[in-house]
């Protein structure tokens, strides 16, 4: 696998995001929809946080349809990083959940 996702020494070895409802309730995915996209997010980045080019590649997958990286790369770098230039999977479903389900 590409390191596109790297370590991070802020997190516990075992990373594990809030549970289904809670992330449920903190977007606008289902608690099904959030586990399997946690289990999506946890192949391409198996230390639970995501970079910049990885976000990229996620983010293309949820729209399939032209080129998705430059507004990818708006959308990743409009977002706070709590943790030195990656998303959480917390960060990355709120922000998908923004973008694919907010309102206008």
């Not at 020494?9 to 449920?24: D, F, G, K, N």
């Amino acid at each position: 696998m590409e390191e596109e996702c790297e370590e991070s020494t802020s997190l516990p070895v075992r990373y594990r995001p809030e549970s289904p409802a809670a992330l449920a309730r903190a977007s606008r995915f289902t608690p099904h929809e959030s586990k399997l996209m946690y289990r999506g997010f946890k192949q391409e980045c198996p230390t639970g946080m995501v970079d910049e080019e990885s976000f990229k590649n996620i983010f293309s997958q949820f729209f399939p349809l032209g080129d998705a990286s430059q507004y990818a790369h708006f959308m990743f770098n409009a977002v706070k990083h709590k943790h030195g230039g990656k998303l959480s999977f917390e960060e990355f479903l709120d922000t998908l959940s923004r973008v694919a389900r907010g309102s206008v």
